[in-house]
Nanobody, 123 residues
Framework: QVQLVESGGGSVQAGGSLRLSCAASGYTGSTNCMAWFRQAPGKEREGVARIFTGSGNTRYADSVKGRFTISRDNAKNAVYLQMNSLGPEDTAMYYC????????????????WGKGTLVTISS
């Protein structure tokens, strides 16, 4: 089992930045991919960014390319999401997730989930 705990959410004005953190514990060696998802009220959960824990290869949703950066620190079992140029459309609950596989920008590909951290952007 892998446990994931997110932190770093909050309320900022449009144009601002936030950095989300995800602390992983448990059998983290079983995971190949870490990702951030978000879910806004009334919308489906969407994959925002993913990173392969081995190679560090990253991939982003088109809606966040150039604004968000995912990174990891394997020594700390942590994954981060730096979010810049935030807009009201980024308001959502953000979830950290881990996968034993490699298809991890889709929710069905994830094996473990955190409880989420709320990000609210005001215009």
């Amino acid at each position: 089992q892998v446990q994931l705990v997110e932190s770093g959410g909050g309320s900022v004005q449009a144009g601002g930045s936030l950095r989300l953190s995800c602390a992983a514990s448990g059998y983290t060696g079983s995971t190949n991919c870490m990702a951030w998802f978000r879910q806004a009220p009334g919308k489906e959960r969407e994959g925002v960014a993913r990173i392969f824990t081995g190679s560090g290869n990253t991939r982003y949703a088109d809606s966040v390319k150039g604004r968000f950066t995912i990174s990891r620190d394997n020594a700390k079992n942590a994954v981060y999401l730096q979010m810049n140029s935030l807009g009201p459309e980024d308001t959502a609950m953000y979830y950290c997730a881990a996968s034993r596989g490699y298809s991890c920008l889709v929710a069905y590909g994830m094996d473990y989930w955190g409880k989420g951290t709320l990000v609210t952007i005001s215009s």
